[in-house]
């Protein structure tokens, strides 16, 4: 039971950090996240996080998804944290409008708990039925 509970904490973060990227990124072209540092940088944070908080999870749960790149999701998370300046932000903002939604559907498909209903503030949107390419972002050296 220990485990299910850190998995379902694990989870409804993941969903916190993706309803903040998905605020960061309302109504914000790509070109508008170019001229919006600030966005940028708000944007990446909470990749990491999902990054982070992913390698948190029990092998079993992680196993479970076998349609998420998690492996994909934490190399990520290394290359923002020690190559930030190597992220080509046209990566970041497809895997944001593409990857995001397939992630963010899962995870609402695996909960014990509404993913709105822990949170006091703001909404998570809808998920939509992008396919699960990869978290493309690893691949966006320069």
Same mark, same amino acid.
């Given at each position: 039971?220990?485990?299910e509970d850190r998995n379902e904490t694990i989870r409804l973060k993941m969903l916190d950090e993706i309803a903040d990227i998905e605020a960061f990124i309302s109504n914000r072209s790509l070109e508008a996240l170019f001229e919006e540092r600030m966005c940028q +940088?708000?944007?990446v944070m909470s990749l990491v996080n999902l990054g982070e908080l992913?390698?948190?999870f029990t092998q079993s /749960?992680?196993?479970s998804m076998p349609e998420i790149?998690? +492996?994909a999701i934490r190399g990520f998370r290394n290359i923002a944290v020690h190559q930030y300046g190597t992220i080509d932000f046209k990566d970041? /903002? +497809?895997?944001v409008i593409e990857d995001i939604p397939e992630l963010k559907a899962v995870l609402n498909k695996r909960g014990n708990i509404s993913p709105c209903s822990h949170r006091h503030s703001g909404m998570v949107g809808p998920a939509s039925g992008c396919a699960a390419?990869?978290?493309r972002v690893t691949l966006c050296l320069k």
């Open positions: 039971m220990e485990h +940088k708000a944007v992913s390698k948190s /749960y992680l196993d790149p998690w +492996k970041v /903002y +497809k895997t390419n990869a978290f």
